[in-house]
C-alpha cells in the first residue's frame, strides 16, 4: 500500500502550484486544465491524481464532464510550517538591525568627539 503524499509534495512542482492557482477561484473542467500545460494529457491526469490525494482538490463529474475543484483549507499545513520559521527569522532579523543601529550610533558618537576634539 502506498503512503498518503502529503501537502508539501503537492506543491513541490510547479505544474502542479499552476493547476491549483487556476482552479483557487473556480472549478475548471479537466480538459481546459490539460490544454495550459506543454505535456500530455496523461501528465495532467497524474498531477491532479497527486492533488487530489493529497486532498487539495475535488474531482467531480457533471454530465461529460470532470471538473476539478479547489480545497485549499491543506494549504494551512504549509501556512503553519512556514510561520514557525518566520517568526524565527524576524526575531534574529529585528536583532541585527538593533545591534547595527546601536553600532552606528556608537560609530556617530566616536566621529561627533573626534570633531569635537578637533576644533579645540
Not at 82 to 103: P, S
Request: glycine residues 4%; contains cysteine.
Amino acid at each position: 500500500m502506498e503512503a498518503r503524499r502529503d501537502v508539501f509534495q503537492a506543491i513541490a512542482d510547479p505544474t502542479r502550484r499552476a493547476i491549483i492557482d487556476m482552479i483557487a477561484q473556480q472549478p475548471v473542467n479537466v480538459n481546459t486544465i490539460a490544454e495550459q500545460f506543454d505535456v500530455s494529457r496523461q501528465a495532467i491526469s497524474l498531477h491532479l491524481k497527486i492533488l487530489s490525494e493529497c486532498g487539495l482538490l475535488n474531482i467531480k463529474q457533471l454530465g461529460r464532464e470532470r471538473l476539478c475543484e479547489a480545497k485549499l483549507e491543506k494549504l494551512n499545513e504549509v501556512h503553519e510550517w512556514v510561520g514557525q520559521y518566520h517568526k524565527l527569522w524576524t526575531g534574529r532579523l529585528n536583532a541585527l538591525k538593533k545591534f547595527i543601529e546601536q553600532e552606528e550610533l556608537e560609530s556617530n558618537k566616536k566621529k561627533a568627539k573626534n570633531i569635537n576634539k578637533s576644533k579645540k
